[in-house]
Each structure stands twice: as C-alpha cells, then as structure tokens.
C-alpha cells in the first residue's frame, strides 16, 4: 500500500506541476460542446405546425431527451473519461524509455501497485476533468431530468469511476510490454475514436445499422454514457441504471485484474 500511495503521489505532483495539460485537455470537449453541440440543432427540422398531443419527434429520437446539445453534453463526460484515460499506457512507456521503470522495479514496491498508481491517477484526472466539463456544460445550456440531485450526481461519478478504472486498466495493460511510444500511440488511435462512435456518446444506437449496435453494446463507453444520461437528465430508470453499474463493475474488475496478472508476468527491467 506504501509503494501504490507514493507512486499515486508522483503522478499527481507531475500533473498539478503542469497546468497547460490540463487546460489543453478541457478545451477540446468544451469547443465541441460549444460549437458543435450547438451547431447541431436538430430541433430546426421538427415541423413547428405538429397537431396538439403529437409527441415530439426529436425527443423519440434522442431517447426521451428533449435536446441535443444536453444529450450530447453528457456524452462529452465520457469522451473526457475516455480520452483521459488512453494515455494512461503512454505513462507506462516514458517510465520505460527514462529509466524511472527500472528503478521503481528495484524497490520493494510489487509491480502491481505500479499499474495500479497509473489507473488511480486516470480515474483522479477523468473524474476532475469531467466536473469541469459538466459545470461548462450547465453554463452552456444542460437542461437536467426531473430526478436530479446531488445524490444522483453521485451515483454520476461513480459510474463514471468504474469506466475509467476499466478503460485506463485496458491500456495499461495494452502498454505494458511496450518500447516505444510510436507504438502505443498507433494503438490508442486505432482505438479511441471507434470506442467514441461505436458508443451512444454522440448519437443514439437505435439510429445506427443493426451491426453497429452489436458492437455498442459491448462498448463500455456507452454503458457509463448510458448511466449518466438516465441519472441527469431522464425521469430515472433504475433498473437501467443497475444493468449499467454491473457491466461497468464487471468490466472495471475485469480488466484491473488482467493488469495486475500482466504485470506480475511481464513488467520487468
């Protein structure tokens, strides 16, 4: 416990030591709240002239929320968890290349508190980062549900935990066995944006071809978008919301375990 706290504490002191990173990465889900989270104003094509008591076809479309810069908004809560904790791999490799790897495998420390120090500290960054975003979000316009309170924001961030333990533990673990960096950046690319679109981050799924919705109900970025659109801004199934905690809990220990086993296996000098 020793090991994972001192080594959880370096990578936090690297982070606030940096502040530029931090701001660089909020901009991106920001500008595109901002820009085209607002450009996309689906209600522009709903007819204005619709009959007394229709229901409002932009609310069928969107799962029961009534517009889309708020479904998109909370989907950007994900897109930060996913994109924060990609380069939780990339930490590994430096380690690796600077010769700070060796050196913490030369200390009493088990190897794996050293994979376990780099997801702690991407759950740290997503869940601050996303709080950021979300405040953005409600300045910008975010329209929340009828159920919402500061306990469902809660039950938001745990969710929310749960996919960053699972997402920066599978890069991890893609990464440990890993030389160089040109490598690992090849494999986050191939990987992000298809986990961002194969996902209801952006879209619904029951807008998308019946192999599309295949993948993204195995995807775990829609599971934790899913959880988080119910808690803020539906009426809230809770039965729903349950079927998400398991699969991202699942999913999460899962994958924190394979980690832990690679790393017992293959981190060496």
Do not use: C, H
């Not at 791999?89 to 994979?115: C, E, H, Q, Y």
């Not at 924001?153 to 533990?169: K, N």
């Not at 809770?238 to 086993?261: N, P, Q, R, T």
């Amino acid at each position: 416990m020793s090991g994972l706290l001192a080594l959880t504490g370096r990578e936090i002191k690297k982070w606030y030591k940096n502040p530029f990173v931090l701001f660089i990465s909020l901009v991106q889900p920001i500008i595109w709240m901002g820009l085209f989270g607002k450009a996309m104003n689906l209600g522009a094509i709903v007819p204005s002239n619709l009959p007394p008591g229709t229901p409002n076809p932009l609310t069928a479309f969107l799962g029961g929320v009534g517009d889309y810069f708020s479904f998109m908004a909370v989907g950007m809560l994900a897109f930060v968890v996913l994109f924060t904790t990609m380069f939780s791999g990339m930490s590994i490799v430096w380690d690796r290349r600077l010769g700070f790897l060796n050196k913490v495998l030369s200390t009493p420390a088990s190897r794996g508190s050293i994979i376990l120090s780099k997801v702690a500290i991407s759950v740290i960054r997503a869940l601050v980062q996303a709080g950021i975003v979300l405040i953005a979000a409600v300045i910008l316009g975010l329209v929340v549900g009828p159920d919402f309170t500061p306990l469902t924001l809660l039950a938001v961030f745990a969710a929310l935990t749960l996919m960053s333990i699972g997402l920066s533990a599978m890069f991890v673990a893609i990464a440990i066995r890993s030389t160089k960096w040109e490598t690992q950046m090849a494999i986050m690319n191939l990987l992000n944006l298809p986990l961002l679109f194969a996902s209801n981050a952006l879209f619904p799924t029951a807008s998308m071809p019946s192999w599309l919705q295949d993948i993204a109900m195995i995807n775990p970025v829609t599971y934790g978008t899913e959880a988080a659109r119910q808690l803020i801004l539906l009426p809230t199934n809770w039965g729903v919301v349950a079927g998400d905690f398991i699969f991202l809990g699942v999913f999460a220990a899962a994958f924190a375990g394979i980690g832990i086993a690679l790393s017992w296996r293959y981190l060496s000098k």
